[in-house]
């Protein structure tokens, strides 16, 4: 039986992240794309040579096209530009949107039946570009930001309590942005509530940190931004996809009526498997949360707007 085929486009620090930890894998083999001459490819000759010593097959190939990575099973998609001085956010958005768009057609047209997964930002919007782009059904556009935010959540809470953050449940839905919504009510450390946990205000700031938990790596870096925790919360979702794994995970999906949003991508509890996007589960929010949710979205449907979906 062959090996599935994954695609990762966008070698940066994110992408490149990506590959190494899905060839260390060793269920899949793996096609790095990028537009500079020579970077995938070299990054991708780097990888293979580690096989031996770290113990996986040597089957990564860096390519500026994308003809190898026709017969995709998941196909990643990291390419997008930075802010640069001078430059808007709607700027950005349009750039990326195009760049997006051009990735996600290359995509689909060699690889049919692959399940995309967005992590290019503005998330969300970039989410609902490729999907406008793919013409594929909603259960194959998903975008990674919510295993991030979700992870950055359990970190700052297993600190806090001295606990392993293993023990640490909770979700964070919404958009990927200032918006997010860290849902505390359904947060726990082995069962037990965290409002039990840990005071009100000192949560408070343990929720504000994780809405600051991008800017905050950004800032000490000076030049670019997190790449470990974003590469592995995107094999996550791949592994639960290919191995069927039906994670429920929080991820950026087209809402269809789900928590009264319609049309729009949005952060929410996922179940991931074989076939990509198998369930939107619904939880309870209080109203607070709720308001939140809706205020994240409103922030979506404006970046939407200017991309002119």
């Known amino acids: 039986m062959s090996r599935p085929k994954i695609t990762v486009v966008g070698a940066g620090n994110v992408g490149a992240t990506t590959a190494q930890r899905l060839a260390e894998r060793d269920y899949a083999d793996v096609v790095l794309v990028d537009i500079v001459e020579g970077l995938p490819q070299g990054k991708a000759l780097d990888l293979n040579e580690g096989g031996p010593v770290v113990g996986y097959e040597p089957n990564v190939v860096g390519t500026n096209g994308y003809d190898e990575t026709a017969g995709s099973s998941v196909c990643v998609i990291t390419s997008g530009r930075a802010r640069t001085p001078g430059m808007s956010r709607d700027d950005l958005l349009k750039t990326n949107q195009a760049i997006v768009a051009d990735v996600t057609k290359n995509l689909v047209e060699r690889s049919p039946e692959t399940i995309l997964i967005v992590v290019t930002n503005p998330l969300d919007a970039m989410c609902q570009a490729a999907f406008h782009e793919a013409g594929l059904p909603r259960e194959r556009v998903i975008g990674m930001a919510g295993v991030l935010d979700t992870a950055r959540f359990r970190t700052f809470l297993a600190w806090e309590l001295g606990v392993s953050a293993r023990d640490v449940t909770g979700f964070v839905l919404g958009g990927h942005g200032d918006q997010m919504v860290p849902v505390t009510s359904y947060t726990n450390v082995a069962g037990i509530p965290i409002t039990e946990l840990i005071a009100e205000d000192r949560l408070a700031e343990i929720v504000q940190r994780t809405r600051?938990?991008?800017?905050?790596?950004?800032?000490?870096?000076?030049?670019?931004?997190?790449?470990?925790?974003?590469?592995?919360?995107?094999?996550?979702?791949?592994?639960?996809?290919?191995?069927?794994?039906?994670?429920?995970?929080?991820?950026?999906?087209?809402?269809?009526?789900?928590?009264?949003?319609?049309?729009?991508?949005?952060?929410?509890?996922?179940?991931?498997?074989?076939?990509?996007?198998?369930?939107v589960l619904e939880i309870t929010l209080n109203d607070d949360e709720r308001a939140q949710l809706n205020r994240s979205a409103d922030a979506v449907r404006e970046l939407i707007g200017v991309m002119g979906l």
């Open 212 to 279: 600051d938990g991008g800017a905050e790596v950004v800032k000490l870096l000076k030049s670019g931004s997190a790449y470990y925790a974003p590469s592995a919360a995107v094999s996550e979702m791949v592994d639960s996809i290919v191995h069927d794994q039906k994670r429920v995970l929080p991820c950026a999906a087209l809402l269809r009526g789900e928590y009264g949003l319609d049309g729009l991508y949005m952060g929410v509890p996922c179940r991931l498997g074989a076939g990509g996007l198998e369930e």
